[in-house]
């Protein structure tokens, strides 16, 4: 008799490389089972990973334990698995407290069982047992946004819908470059709101910066739409008129989550701190308010070392410290070789 295959899953604050596996292994028909704590099926972690890999709710059968107690871990799962012997599993033992790691890992370290682990940040999955080795699996499924954003409990709105069709941004942005983006040079933007049309009073105001921003990423990248968006609403519950939070660019890139803020002037040395403040703590409350793990960005066309004078430095160790992974500024825009993808590796 044939045993069943299952894929054991280790629920924890991370659900992203569970989601993975899930996905990179969904041709081989496997059985699944999680083995979770309370505190993360109150969260409500398992169900997220069941609705992005389109399981039905609560069809995965769940192991329930302790996470801070190996002998109460080993005990439950002799409890819950009186067929082990019957059965062959992969265990992606990539997240959980470090009590569940070694009593989960002791467990299924049986003959036919195969224990495997995703680094974090990495496209690769990496063999613990039995053959404990260098040799690397490369992970092929690639998250797009609604995957990634789902995977976490969070819902998105945004508007993809341009306000003007991607050669007048392109051509806009590159006039404006030829001006060295001296705000002052530019009437359309000086004056935006004198324009004719709601439209162009948005689009000159700003907007047209953050499209100019989702288009290049998104040619240079070679992302598709369901990678990118514009004008990102974030929801953690998608029944509320009330968004928690919205950011001008937000995109999946070989499974890793990408913002961007995107502010065309950051104003003048009297206020050009206090902005920056504000960039700066939203970026860095995106882990803390809703666990993602993200690569942040502020892209502007204010020269920062510029206008910002003796406040720069300070400027720049807060966002060290906020995890912000770097400010592009109009110097890097203006360089002849400026490419997206050289920051985005």
């Known amino acids: 008799m044939a045993k069943n295959k299952i894929l054991v899953s280790v ?14 292994y969904s041709n081989k028909d496997l059985q699944q089972l999680f083995i979770s704590t309370i505190d993360m099926e109150n969260q409500g972690r398992s169900l997220w ?14 192991i329930i334990v302790d996470p801070n107690n ?8 002799k409890e819950e698995l009186p067929d082990f012997e019957q059965n062959n599993y992969i265990v992606n033992l990539t997240c959980g407290t470090k009590p569940m790691t070694l009593a989960i890992f002791d467990f299924f370290k049986e003959p036919n069982n195969k224990i495997v682990y995703i680094p974090i940040g990495k496209n690769l999955i990496e063999e613990l047992y039995p053959n404990l080795s260098d040799t690397e699996a490369i992970i092929k499924y690639r998250l797009n946004l609604k995957e990634y954003l789902h995977g976490y409990g ?3 709105q945004s508007n993809n819908n341009l306000l003007h069709n991607e050669n ?27 324009e004719d049309t709601a439209i162009d009073r948005t689009y000159y105001s700003g907007r047209w910066f953050e499209e100019y921003v989702y288009l290049k990423i998104k040619k240079e990248l070679k992302l598709s739409e369901e990678d990118i968006s514009i004008e990102v609403k974030i929801y953690r519950d998608p029944q509320s008129p009330q968004n ?16 961007v803020e995107c502010k065309a002037s950051i104003g003048s040395k009297t206020t050009i701190k ?3 403040d ?9 882990t803390k308010d809703f666990g993602l793990r993200t690569n942040s960005y502020i892209f502007t066309l204010t020269n920062l070392k510029n206008i910002a004078g003796n406040k720069y430095e300070n400027l720049e160790k807060k966002r060290k410290i906020l995890g912000i992974k770097r400010t592009i500024d109009a110097n890097d825009f203006l360089q002849e070789d400026f490419s997206f993808i050289n920051f985005f590796k």
């Open 11 to 24: 629920i924890s604050e991370h659900t992203i490389p569970n989601l993975l596996l899930i996905k990179e």
């Open 49 to 62: 990973i069941e609705r992005v890999a389109k399981f039905e709710d609560n069809s995965v059968q769940r």
């Open 70 to 77: 190996n002998k109460l871990i080993t005990a439950k799962l």
């Open 154 to 156: 969070l819902y998105f």
């Open 168 to 194: 007048e941004t392109f051509n806009f942005f590159y006039r404006f470059k030829n001006k060295k983006f001296s705000f002052h040079r530019e009437n359309r933007i000086l004056y935006s709101h004198q």
């Open 244 to 259: 928690d939070n919205e950011f001008d660019v937000m995109f999946t890139k070989d499974n890793s989550l990408y913002v």
């Open 274 to 276: 206090d902005k920056m």
């Open 278 to 286: 504000d960039y700066l703590y939203k970026l860095g409350a995106i």
